[in-house]
């Protein structure tokens, strides 16, 4: 398990991560969510011992990862901007990594290189973004990470190799027991995989929580009533925002679908519907009512 | 098969050491392939050029061809450093060594050890080359004793430079401030003590400050200085005594001393150098000041030079342009270093202390320098003293009567250098003391040099002390070298090469006397008797010159009052003469 207790990094007097506290479980995919600048990749760079932390800790199966060996054998990171060696070949850097990496797995990265069709043989540098990205991804997968941190890691794949990645890192919880821990400004790319969810912004995380639970927690109920009954009548509900449009209402309400519906249903709507919200809508809905105005953060 | 799973398997650490080398091996290969060339494929030539006679490789040059491979080696092992630390430059390079499963040390050590073990490899093929043609049946070169031990003191050598590059390394950011630091720390220093001594030397009158304290400033001018010579005190360690003294095991304590130290700091360094500062000029705080200090000193100085047109004095005006230009430079290079100008102020304040720092540099070395101007060793102290060549061993009295002298009557300074451009001229009696170079050697070992020029507008009244000395059988004695001479080599040649003698012909020939072992015993008998006997008159006269030359060259300037000498060798010039130059 992972665990930021207070963590805190400063470039000169900037503040990048902002005594950050949160706990990642086992076997999980984590999405870190924020704009550009927001701390995402400091502390990805905390978690796989790139950088040292100015204040608090880091703590991955109760070990500080700074200068650990044993430890970082078990984690692999990979940055938005991945680096290969000058006129390396992938057969190249598969082998460097081999003998850096006691976990390496040739035949998985025999097969990686039939899902990621590269040649093994030509120059990395000569390749696309998006080649050079599923040239990282194997090697990364091939190592058999306990702990994979993905810095921007859909970024300049196509659907496809955006499906075959998805695939394979769930792939890799439930055979490897992996713990992948995903960066991005993209929270809609996130939304189908992560089980968990937190939101960054000026280093300081704003919400965190299961995707589950947040999914089940929030409802958006649209109504239409013949005469919209009065406020009062909705009091009991846990109303996060509502729009009045004519005589139909359109809610978002936390708590427990069945309960909301029946509540809502005694107020006689001609009809009543419960719809999931998108991730961004509850992201937007929650941050929001804590005072951020949460479309420019994701912007 | 299985023995690649076998390597495979390995530490991650050998791995990835062995990794580091295959990646720096064709860079190893092409700049070894070079050195050859040099060496031993230069020296071969020169061999085979000599085929027919015995090629003599002299200790001097056996060293000097070991310090061009040393610094052949040191040049592969600072490439391969830029390459193997390339993470301290890049973060993007950073990102991926930094979360690699070593330690910091490992990572420092295998890259490190990479970067030695290239320069090990060129230095140790080039030298046994060179070892090779050394033994060459034709060749006349060192000794075994020397081969080893220049050997071993090379790669310690090398051990310490490298050392000494990676702490200057690690302590950068970037590619072109690591270049920059380097250059700086390497040349400022040397520059700076430079400036120091020559204002010193130039402020101060008949002080003789040594140089070779330079050498001590850069470690890499003094292991290659070292190598050098190391031969030369091995094969000859009574003709450079003082030499064998400065390569002895101190040498190599200090080399290890140093080189542990920068271990030391470089381990500790690396310890706390933070990742995020690659591609920042420099990792640590410190760095941009000691860099915009000496930056600002060196360039200070040179732009002031410039701009005086060289005049090189502790003045106003010298002293007002290298304030300006040193300040000048501080904000440049801070300039250099941010890509902005966004701390101008905190330069500005560096480029000031800089200033200060020198100024109270030269006002103290002025006056130490100028306090041992006028300090004149106790006859009692003294072993023996030298002026010019001429050892005054039993009148030690008489030469430092002169130096007290000498100094009561130094002019006052603008008078004194006016005088040294444009000097008066000196009297050309018998042996040019138109200079006074005295060398003490004291009782305990240590030596004291003073230098000072003639002048006879303001020493003439020193003309009886200067007599004194030259009457000194200490001084004729000097003289014996002509029979000595005439009996080595059977005779001794004399040139007439002053107007005075009068030529054969009226185009300039040469009067030409060659004088047997007993004429020349017979000639300088004769000079002896006259000088013993003359006044000081002989400093107002005309003189006859001559050059005499054997083995040696020497020229004496015989007063006209000394007319048995003049006639005695007026007598011998033949009626042959030679064209002058």
């Given at each position: 398990m992972i665990e930021f207790i207070n963590l805190t990094k400063k470039f000169g007097t900037f503040c990048a991560v902002d005594e950050v506290n949160a706990k990642i479980a086992d076997s999980s995919i984590y999405g870190l969510v924020g704009s550009n600048g927001s701390g995402k990749s400091t502390l990805l760079r905390l978690l796989s011992g790139v950088y040292y932390p100015d204040g608090g800790n880091i703590s991955v199966d109760g070990f500080s990862v700074f200068n650990n060996p044993e430890l970082k054998k078990q984690i692999f990171y990979l940055p938005d901007a991945p680096f290969f060696f000058k006129n390396a070949n992938l057969k190249e850097m598969a082998d460097f990594y081999e003998g850096v990496y006691n976990t390496f797995d040739r035949s998985r990265f025999n097969y990686l290189n039939e899902v990621f069709p590269i040649s093994s043989t030509d120059k990395i540098d000569n390749m696309s973004k998006g080649m050079q990205r599923q040239a990282a991804l194997m090697l990364a997968l091939s190592t058999n990470p306990k702990y994979l941190l993905l810095d921007e890691a859909f970024d300049g794949l196509d659907p496809v190799m955006r499906s075959v990645l998805k695939e394979l890192l769930i792939d890799g919880i439930e055979n490897n027991s992996m713990t992948v821990i995903i960066a991005s400004h993209n929270l809609r790319e996130l939304e189908d995989l992560c089980d968990h969810i937190a939101l960054i912004h000026k280093g300081k995380i704003l919400f965190s929580d299961s995707l589950d639970e947040v999914r089940g927690n929030f409802h958006k109920i649209q109504a239409a009533f013949k005469v919209l009954p009065p406020e009062i009548k909705l009091h009991d509900l846990d109303i996060i925002k509502c729009e009045k449009m004519g005589s139909l209402l359109q809610m978002v309400i936390r708590g427990d679908e069945t309960a909301i519906m029946e509540k809502i249903n005694s107020l006689e709507p001609i009809f009543a519907e419960s719809i999931e919200p998108t991730l961004e809508e509850i992201f937007i809905y929650e941050m929001e009512a804590v005072g951020y105005d949460i479309k420019n953060l994701l912007s | 098969m299985t023995s690649k799973i076998c390597s495979v398997k390995k530490h991650p650490v050998v791995n990835f050491f062995k990794f580091t080398l295959k990646k720096q091996t064709p860079l190893t290969l092409l700049v070894t392939a070079f050195t050859l060339l040099f060496c031993p494929g230069m020296i071969l030539s020169e061999v085979n050029d000599n085929h027919l006679h015995n090629y003599s490789l002299s200790p001097f040059e056996f060293g000097s061809i070991s310090a061009v491979l040393l610094g052949a080696a040191l040049a592969l092992v600072c490439m391969i450093l830029l390459l193997n630390f390339g993470f301290l430059f890049s973060k993007k390079a950073g990102d991926m060594f930094n979360s690699l499963p070593f330690t910091r040390n490992e990572l420092l050590l295998t890259r490190s050890l990479g970067a030695f073990i290239g320069g090990f490899f060129l230095m140790s093929v080039a030298y046994f080359g060179l070892v090779i043609v050394n033994f060459l049946p034709t060749v006349d070169g060192v000794g075994i004793v020397a081969v080893i031990n220049t050997y071993l003191f090379m790669v310690l050598s090398l051990m310490v430079l490298t050392a000494f590059c990676i702490l200057i390394g690690i302590c950068c950011g970037g590619y072109f401030d690591t270049v920059i630091a380097f250059g700086t720390i390497n040349v400022a220093p040397v520059i700076i003590l430079t400036f120091i001594l020559g204002i010193a030397e130039e402020s101060v009158t008949g002080i003789y400050l040594d140089y070779n304290i330079l050498i001590y400033l850069t470690p890499i001018a003094f292991a290659i200085n070292k190598v050098m010579f190391l031969p030369s005190v091995i094969e000859k360690p009574q003709e450079l005594y003082t030499m064998a003294e400065a390569t002895s095991i101190y040498t190599i304590i200090g080399l290890i001393v140093f080189g542990a130290l920068c271990v030391f700091l470089t381990v500790k360094l690396f310890g706390k150098r933070k990742s995020e500062t690659a591609g920042e000029a420099y990792s640590f705080k410190f760095m941009p000041i000691i860099i915009s200090l000496l930056v600002s000193v060196v360039g200070g100085f040179f732009i002031a030079t410039v701009l005086t047109g060289f005049n090189i004095k502790f003045n106003l005006t010298f002293w007002s342009f290298f304030v300006v230009c040193a300040i000048l430079c501080a904000v440049a290079i801070g300039a250099i270093i941010n890509r902005s100008f966004k701390q101008v102020k905190t330069f500005v304040i560096n480029g000031i202390v800089a200033v200060a720092v020198m100024t109270a540099l030269v006002i103290g070395s002025l006056y130490i320098v100028g306090y041992a101007e006028v300090k004149v060793p106790v006859a009692s102290e003294v072993e023996t003293v030298y002026i010019g060549d001429i050892e005054f061993k039993e009148n030690i009295d008489l030469a430092i009567k002169l130096h007290t002298g000498i100094i009561e009557n130094l002019d006052d300074e603008e008078e004194y250098i006016e005088d040294k451009i444009?000097?008066?001229?000196?009297p050309e009696v018998?042996?040019?003391?138109?200079n006074f170079d005295f060398e003490y050697i004291m009782k305990n070992g240590s030596t004291i040099k003073r230098n000072y020029w003639y002048n006879q507008r303001t020493m003439k009244d020193l003309n009886p002390d200067i007599l004194a000395l030259m009457q000194t059988d200490e001084f004729l004695s000097k003289f014996d070298l002509i029979t000595d001479i005439a009996k080595e080599e059977g005779i001794v040649t004399i040139y007439s090469f002053s107007e005075k003698f009068g030529t054969l012909e009226d185009d300039g020939h040469q009067k030409i006397a060659i004088l047997n072992q007993k004429d020349a015993t017979e000639f300088i008998s004769i000079f002896k008797k006259e000088m013993k006997s003359a006044d000081i008159s002989v400093f107002e006269e005309e003189t006859y010159g001559v050059e005499m030359a054997g083995e040696i060259y020497l020229n004496l300037h015989i007063p006209e009052s000394f007319t048995g000498t003049i006639d005695y060798l007026e007598g011998k010039f033949l009626s042959q003469t030679e064209q002058t130059d």
């Open positions: - | 444009y000097p008066e001229i000196y018998v042996y040019n003391f138109n």
